[in-house]
Nanobody
Framework: QVQLVESGGGLVQAGGSLRLSCASS????????MAWFRQAPEKEREFVAG????????YYADSVKGRFTISRDNAKNTLYLQETSLKPEDTGVYYC??????????????????WGQGTQVTVSS
């Protein structure tokens, strides 16, 4: 397993932007597909965006397409989620996840083996 640590969350007004980061301590992430999930209060955790081990392709939930961008810097062993045009419904705890097996695509059907502790994003109206 790999240790994942998210950062970059916070309180932002609707229409604002945030960039979330997910760093790994220990094993390199470069061979693993990665993803971002979120969980709003009293709702189930949902897939937000995924990225293959090589950086392409990428996958997005319909609710964030055109507003969020997932990317990775394998040299820094870090995953990012650039969030723009934020809406109150984007509020939740955001988690990064690593694929259970290497060389995956990172689509919603992937098997996620490692999770971070989460970072809170709150969007005020």
């Amino acid at each position: 397993q790999v240790q994942l640590v998210e950062s970059g969350g916070g309180l932002v007004q609707a229409g604002g932007s945030l960039r979330l980061s997910c760093a790994s301590s220990g094993r390199t992430l470069s061979s693993y597909a990665m993803a971002w999930f979120r969980q709003a209060p009293e709702k189930e955790r949902e897939f937000v965006a995924g990225i293959s081990w090589s950086g392409a392709p990428t996958y997005y939930a319909d609710s964030v397409k055109g507003r969020f961008t997932i990317s990775r810097d394998n040299a820094k062993n870090t995953l990012y989620l650039q969030e723009t045009s934020l809406k109150p419904e984007d509020t939740g705890v955001y988690y990064c996840a690593a694929d259970r097996l290497p060389y995956g695509l990172g689509n919603p059907r992937s098997q996620w083996g490692s999770w971070g502790q989460g970072t809170q994003v709150t969007v005020s109206s």
